[in-house]
Structure formats: structure tokens, C-alpha cells
């Protein structure tokens, strides 16, 4: 009889324990319908934040001779070393070989009172631990901190993975190297380091064309951001040229079949640059959210169930192989055609563009950094109606820091949000900063990583009846609730009224 009580006992304090657990870790948590962001302390405490980092900031609006520099380092890893995205990709998402090299390209830009650097990186994103690694050496060698540089990436889904510890960077980036982060800080460092030393005069040119026909949108028949925005900084003496691009399509031409490294249609792109102009491009990936290309070239399969209609993108010729009715060989070979396809397509577009623009050799220019807090974390895991908890997000080591980045190039004006940020969000700010007389170019991934920046209004679109990428962006991935849009929206023009004021339009 003693042995049954305790035997009892036990089940029932392990019940009890489960039920805590799956109470404090999963729910069954409320999900507010308008999380009243206004009113929030920590919408307070980021428009705070926003504002001692302008206070901080020298806006120089009578800008001497514009000075411009540039670099590029290879940031390659060796065959073996594990990739970045796709968390089905196989073999242990271990690279088996080089298909590209990749790299990290810095302009640095001066306008006689402040330096502001732009990094292109050929990566899936880059991440806090980078940042500081790169600011601790940059800081000592060329006075600069991580405010006065923009980090962007092309978010390719072949590149190096490896960037970071803890459970939920292991789905994303594999087995943490920390030599290896050691080295691609290294090279960030060295290439803003030269781009800062060989500053010499120059002039700057920017504008854009809109490309629709390569983008689309992945989660529903929606509109898509098809701005190519082009940028050309040439030194006065000798015109040596480097080219700036940013547009809004995924790094996913390439499915999760790709094992060998490689920077996707943003690499060919580049190399298509560098082919026409005999410069290099660096290039800043966009507003991927829900943007995914759309490349010329072999055509896509067309899904033949009803299921497949709803699939991820690259699954509809992933079952093609599993079945039988294409090789792993054809499927490479036609995905590799359409990324230089695409590559190539776009650099015709960006050149043929830039024999318009105006170039200008007084180029006032500032920069911003800024650290806020998102509302708690509910993430839709298992269903609409029931959330992870903030506990659960301590356990998998997922930051929920946001890292808010900003530059003022004379009329352009650059935002990066931590966020896989949606190109519906994209095109209508940018056309909120056209009716305020700025080019503004809208990035992700600024250093820190938020999950997805969604559209409001889809808030609630979640179930079993809609497109995989939609439940993944607006269940799974939209880590902090509705409203985040707004959130968003309000931090963007708080700063951008703070970095516009008295600045050249």
C-alpha cells in the first residue's frame, strides 16, 4: 500500500509539473487584439532613445567636398563549414563545397564633419555578437562606433552559417564556430578600415527604377516592392566608380538542395556588374518580408495538388525530385540558370539607369544608432489562438533587443529594422518619404533580428486553409503580437523627422 501511495504521489506531482511547465511555457496565454503601444513604457523609453541619439549626432548642413572610400574583403568559409537558412536543408546543413567566393564591401563617406560607412555582406544577416567584435577593433583603429556604420546583408539561404549559439540559432545557422566569427569580424573590420583610409573627393549620384517583373509576393496575391534603388560613388581624381544597389527579393533562388556556398541572384548580380562596368556592386538586400524573386530563365514547376498550391516556394520542385519526375542534377542545373538569369537581367536594368543620374559633389551625411524594446513576446506556434510565453524565448537564447540603424546621404535617407520587414510595409513608407521629398531605402537585418515585420491588417489571416509562408510569417515568425507594424512605423518617422530637419532635399 505504501508503494502504490507513492507511486500516486509521484504521477501526480509529475502531472502538476507538466501542467506548470506547459502553463508558463506554452499557455493557454490571451492574445490581445491592439497591444496600445502608445501607451507603453517601452514605446516611451525608444522614442527617449531616439531622441539622445540625434541630440548626439552632428548634422553638418553646410557639407565640405564629399570624400568617399571602398573595400572588400572574402569572407569564404571552407567546405564543411555549415550554411546559413533553410532549417530542413540536409547533410546536417554542412557546406560540401564553394560555388562563389563571398564578401563584405564597405563605402565610407565624409562630408567634412561625419563618416558614415555602408556594409554589404553576401549573408543571411548579421548579428549582435558581429557587431561588437567589429566595433571593439574599428573604435580603436579608425574612431568609429557601430553608429557611425550601416550593416546590411544580401540574406542569401547558401551562405556561411556558424554565426551563433543557443538552440534557435542552431535552426537558422547550424553548429555555432566562434573561430569562424572571430575571422568575418576580422574582415569587416579590415574592409571599413581601408574604405575609411582611402577617402579621397568624390561625388555621388543615387535614383532608382522599378523592377516588378522579378519579385513577387510569396505570401499572397499581394502587392510587392519592385524599387531598385542605385547609388554610384566616383572619385574625382582617376573615376573610379562603386556601385550601391538594394532591392526587396528573398535570397532563395536557390531551395535547401544547394549545399555549396554561394550568395544566390544577388552574387550574379554583382558579378553581372562587375563584368559590364568593371566595378563592383555592393549590395543591400531590402525589405525581403514576404518578397520573394521571381527570376527569368527555365520556368517554375506549377504545383499539381492542392497541398502543393500552399507550399514553400522551392518545395513544389523538391517533390518533383522526390517523385521521381526530375533529377537532383536538373533541378541544380535549372536553379543555377535562373540566378544567373536574374543576376544578369538586373544588372542590365541598373546600368542602363545610372547613365541618368546627376551627380553631386557636396553631400551632407549622418548616421544613427538605436536600441529599443519590442511589446512581450507571443509567438503562434501550434495555433492561432494560443502563444509561447516571453519565458520560452529565454530558454531558446532569443534576443528581444531591436537595433534601429538610419544614415542621411543627402537626399537619401537609409533605414534598417531588425526584422525580416515586409515590402508591403517598404513601399508604403517609401512613398510617405516621396511626399517629404526623400529617397528613402527601406533594409532588414540591422544588426540584431526581431523575427518578421508583417502587415497589420493580416494579423488574424492564420490556419490550415492559407499559403504555408503566410502562417510562417504571420504565425510563427511574428514573435511579438499586432501592432507591430504601427510600433514600427511610429519609431521609423520619429527618426526620420529628427535626421530630415534643415536637411537638403
Known sequence: ????????????????????????????????????????????????????????????????????????????????????????????????????????????????????????????????????????????????????????????????????????????????HPEYLALLADRFAEAIEEAVKTMAPARLAHGLVEVPEYIRNRTRKGPVDPTLHIAVAEKTEGGQRLYVARYSAHGTAYGEEMLQLNNDWAGAFQRAVKEKTGSALLYMGGAVGSMCPNPPGPPLPKPWTPALEKAFENDVESEMVKQGKKTLDELLRDQRARVEAMGAAMAERLVAAAKDLKFEEHVGVASLECFYAPPPAQVRMFSPKWRLSPLAFKLLGVPTTGRLQAARIGSMFLIGMPYDLSGEISMDWQQWAREHGTDLWVTSFSGAYLGYLSPDKYYQEVGEDLHYNQNYEIGQMNWFGPNQEAYATELFRHVFGRMTKGAPS
Open 1 to 176: 500500500m505504501r508503494i502504490f501511495k507513492r507511486i500516486t504521489a509521484g504521477v501526480l506531482l509529475l502531472a502538476l509539473l507538466l501542467a506548470v511547465g506547459f502553463v508558463l511555457m506554452v499557455g493557454p496565454w490571451p492574445l490581445y487584439s491592439d497591444s496600445h503601444f502608445q501607451q507603453a513604457a517601452y514605446y516611451k523609453k525608444a522614442l527617449t532613445a531616439i531622441d539622445a541619439a540625434t541630440e548626439n549626432m552632428r548634422q553638418n548642413d553646410n557639407s565640405a567636398p564629399l570624400k568617399a572610400g571602398w573595400a572588400e574583403r572574402e569572407i569564404t568559409p571552407k567546405p564543411g563549414h555549415p550554411m546559413a537558412g533553410y532549417g530542413t536543408r540536409p547533410n546536417n546543413k554542412l557546406s560540401t563545397g564553394v560555388l562563389e567566393p563571398l564578401y563584405v564591401r564597405a563605402l565610407a563617406l565624409n562630408d567634412g564633419t561625419n563618416t558614415v560607412v555602408l556594409v554589404g555582406s553576401d549573408m543571411l544577416q548579421t548579428l549582435p555578437n558581429l557587431l561588437a567584435l567589429v566595433e571593439a577593433r574599428i573604435s580603436k583603429t579608425v574612431s568609429l562606433t557601430n553608429r557611425n556604420v550601416m550593416y546590411t546583408s544580401s540574406h542569401t539561404h547558401s551562405g556561411p552559417g556558424g554565426l551563433a549559439p543557443g538552440l534557435a540559432a542552431k535552426e537558422s545557422y547550424g553548429d555555432y
